[in-house]
């Protein structure tokens, strides 16, 4: 092989390699468990109709993360980042007691 060809193909395998790796950590992002201690504490459900009506009053069905000020996914998707959970995601269709109406 000769060097310049060699060059290339050293440029694509690291290419290839970064893009593997930036695919893979967007994908391994754990999605919220509801049994996790502060999902407890904030009363999160990944389905926003099964959210506890006695303990959450104020919770309304229309109210989900999808359309919470704090979720940071793209529109229409299942799943996103919420800031209220560093480094994991929040289903679009949940809740959770920080609700905040997106403006
Ligand atoms: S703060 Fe908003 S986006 Fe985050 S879990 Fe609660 S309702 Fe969902």
Not at 25 to 50: F, H, I
Not at 57 to 69: E, T
Request: net charge positive; proline share 3%.
């Amino acid at each position: 092989m000769k060097s310049a060809n060699r060059r290339v193909f050293m440029m694509q395998v690291a290419l290839g390699g970064t893009a593997l790796a930036a695919a893979s950590s967007a994908s391994a992002q754990a999605m919220v468990n509801e049994k996790d201690a502060q999902a407890v504490s904030l009363g999160y459900a990944a389905d926003t109709t099964k959210v506890d009506a006695k303990k959450f009053p104020k919770h309304a069905a229309a109210q989900k993360c999808s359309n919470c000020q704090l979720y940071t996914g793209a529109a229409g998707s299942k799943a996103g980042p919420c800031s209220i959970f560093p480094g994991k995601q929040v289903a679009a269709n949940g809740w959770c007691s920080a609700y905040v109406k997106k403006a």
